[in-house]
Every structure is written in C-alpha cells, then in structure tokens.
C-alpha cells in the first residue's frame, strides 16, 4: 500500500494551493461579507479544470477522479469554505447526476459549458418538508404529450441564484416511494421557474443557497434525465460520491484552522513566552493534526474506491461524518488558542468554524451518516 500521492496529483495539489492562497484566500472575507463569489473568479476556476473535475476530457472536463476532486476541494476550503461548496455542488451533484445518469445526447449539451465555468449548475432534491427524508418529496411531473410539466417547491439550493441549468428530482409515480422519483434537466429560462431569495445563512455565505418554485414548468420529453422511476436510485449514487468532497471540504477547514493557530500561537506572548510553548496548546494541536490526517485518509480511502468502480457506501459516510465533526471541534479549539482576537472577524477561525458547522447538515446529517454506516453493520452481522 502506497500513502504517496501519484505524481500528477502532487502537482495538482500544489497547484490548487498556490491559486487557493493567492486568489480566493484574500478575498474570503470579502465574499463571506457580501455573499458572493464572483464570476471572474468562478471564471478563473474554469481556466483551471476546477468547475470540471470529474468530468471527462472529451466533454471539456479535466477528468481528475474523485481523488483530484478531493484534492482540489480541500485546497479551496482551506481558504474559503463557501467557494469550496459552489465547486462541490456544481461538480459532484449537477454535473455527478448527469455523468451518472445522462444520455450522450445530454452530456454533450449540458455539460461542456458548465466543465469550462461558463454556466454554474445546481442539484434539486430537498423540498419544504422533505430534508433527511428526501424520497418522501412533493413535487411531480406528469407527461403530457411530449412535455413534462413539473410543479413544487424545492428548498436550500446550493448555487440556485445563478445556475443556468437545475436537475430537479420529482415524483412520477405513486407505487413505490424510492422508484418513483425520476431527474428531470431544467434550463433556467423555463417559464414557471422561479428563484427566491438568499438564505441568510450563519456560514457558508460566500456561496448562495436559495429555493427554487416549479409551476407547470414545461421541459421537453427527453429532459428526462436516467431511466424513469429510478431517479433516487441514481440520487443515492449521487450522494455516495458527493459525501467524498464534503469530507474534503472538511478537512481543508479543520486544516485552515490548525495553521492559522499554529500561526497566531508562535507570536502571541504570554507569561514571558509565546503561548505555543504552554503544553496544553500543543496538545490541542497535536490532536487537530491526528485528526486532520485521519480525516484525509477517510476521505482518500472512499475516493480511490470510486477511482477504482468500486461502492463506497459506508466509506463514503465515514469521512463525511468524521470529517466534518472533526473540522468543527478544530474550528472551536483554534478560536480558543487565539482567545479573543480568535473570537473577531479579523481571524478566519470564526469563518472556518461557521463554515464547518453545515458540513455537519449538508448531504445528509451525521445522524444520517450514522444510520447509513449502523444499517451495514447491522446486514454484515446478519450475514455472518
Ligand atoms: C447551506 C446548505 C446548502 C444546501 N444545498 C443543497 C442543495 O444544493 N441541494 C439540495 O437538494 N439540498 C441542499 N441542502 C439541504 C440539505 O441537504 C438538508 O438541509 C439536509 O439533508 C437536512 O435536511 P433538513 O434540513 O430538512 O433537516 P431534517 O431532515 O428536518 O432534520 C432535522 C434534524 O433531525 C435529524 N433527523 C432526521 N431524521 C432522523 C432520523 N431518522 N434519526 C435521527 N435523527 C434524524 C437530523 O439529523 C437533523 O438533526 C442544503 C442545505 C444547506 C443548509
């Protein structure tokens, strides 16, 4: 077993790092302010393969597997935990719905624009009264003629604001909960879309989450994206993948708050020397660094699973719940480190601590995560 990153992904982390460091980093503050990346830096990131990491070459994607995936997200959240959602959820849940479920004839429409960063995507499957229990959504599609026309109300949609193109999962049939939603492609334009306004969320700021109506959209036939009914078969698969780079994202946070504390710690004095010195922070530090480094190891393991074609389920909700429980005890215990100049604004820590709390909700809740990996247990012991 080799712990060494290949090559090429040594040098796509370097590379994520410098561009991280040098144009998002002095910006985060800015954008968590004003609640917006914008679109020269997302334009930046197309440049760069950021806004097409999964998807393939031939379709102007820069095709870095969910390993480079990872890599790249934690880079960026290590600066700006909201860029590091945009990108999570315009890669790994618009454009990893269409490469799980598309037909050629979609990819080749859909997902070029969006790989080059010219048009931002967004996943809809959470609704009003439907959050951990996403199969249990309202919204329907029914055909009529060669159209679809869907209505309901979809909610917290990561990108919504400015997304030129939605997957929207709807019910299509009543005879089974899970195998009768199917994904339909909805282009912004649609009459009967409409967005509403930002949440005013507490982190995550620089990346919009809005929600989004359907009244009698109307979408052509083959909008349908995957087979029909078996829309939350392929969302499962969706989730399976997108929990990898909220696993990332989390360890790109936990780590931010460790080096900005390590950092702080060196200079601030107190007692005659500086405050690294004091054991008791170093301990702090030497747990976030274990964690920090079993987190990435969670997270590498699940993503060479799918590099490889394998499932990765359980490994998949492992790192997403470590991940993101461990970013958020890091955030805290850094803000502690630098007492009350960790407490203001003119630290990232209470940023980074902000952001890391959603990653505790998002894409499944560690109370789903939980139930996810206890259902395995439960089937292995079966088995046994
Ligand atoms: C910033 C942000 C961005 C988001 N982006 C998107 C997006 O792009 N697309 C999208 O579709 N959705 C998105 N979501 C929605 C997100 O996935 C949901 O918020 C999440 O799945 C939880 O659903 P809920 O908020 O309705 O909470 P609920 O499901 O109502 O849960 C409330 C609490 O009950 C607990 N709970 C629920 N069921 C159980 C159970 N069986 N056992 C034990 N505890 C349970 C939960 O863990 C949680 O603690 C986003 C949310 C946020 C906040």
Request: glycine share 10%; hydrophobic share 40%; charged share 25%.
């Amino acid at each position: 077993m080799d712990f060494d990153l290949p090559e090429e992904m040594t040098a796509l982390r370097e590379m994520a790092r410098k561009f991280a460091a040098e144009e998002i980093g002095p910006h985060a503050r800015e954008w968590d302010r004003t609640g917006e990346i914008p679109m020269d830096a997302i334009k930046k990131m197309g440049e760069l393969g950021f806004m097409g990491t999964l998807a393939p070459t031939d379709l102007d994607g820069a095709e870095l597997g969910y390993l480079g995936n990872a890599i790249v997200i934690e880079e960026v959240a290590r600066q700006c935990g909201g860029t590091a959602l945009m990108l999570a959820a315009h890669n790994g849940l618009c454009q990893g719905h269409m490469l799980v479920a598309a037909n050629d004839e979609q990819r080749k429409k859909f997902i070029p624009p969006l790989a080059r960063g010219e048009m931002l995507g967004s996943w809809c499957l959470t609704e009003p009264s439907s959050g951990s229990d996403a199969a249990a959504l309202q919204t329907r599609a029914e055909l009529k003629g060669d159209e679809w026309i869907i209505n309901g109300s979809k909610m917290f949609i990561t990108n919504g604001d400015r997304a030129g193109v939605f997957i929207v999962m709807a019910r299509t049939s009543d005879e089974s909960k899970t195998k009768g939603i199917s994904a339909f492609i909805v282009e912004r334009d649609r009459a009967g879309l409409s967005i509403g306004p930002k949440e005013d969320k507490m982190g995550m700021r620089a990346s919009d989450t809005v929600p989004v109506t359907l009244e009698d959209v109307k979408v052509p036939k083959e909008n349908l994206c995957g087979e029909l009914n078996m829309g939350f078969i392929d969302t499962l698969k969706v989730l399976e993948r997108g929990r990898i780079a909220i696993g990332a994202l989390s360890t790109g946070l936990g780590r931010g708050a460790m080096e900005e504390a390590v950092s702080y710690a060196k200079d601030r004095e107190q007692f005659g020397k500086p405050i690294i010195q004091h054991q008791m922070l170093q301990f702090m530090l030497a747990d976030m660094a274990m964690e920090i480094d079993a987190a990435r190891l969670l997270v590498r393991k699940a993503a060479l699973l799918q590099d490889s074609g394998n499932p990765s389920e359980v490994e998949s909700a492992m790192c997403k719940l470590f991940a993101s429980e461990m970013a958020t005890k890091a955030c805290l215990n850094a803000i502690q480190i630098c007492g009350g100049y960790g407490y203001t604004k003119d630290m990232p820590m209470e940023r980074l601590m902000r952001d890391a709390k959603l990653c505790e909700i998002g894409e499944g809740s560690s109370q789903v995560q939980r139930i996810v990996i206890a259902r395995k247990l439960l089937d292995l012991r079966k088995g046994a």
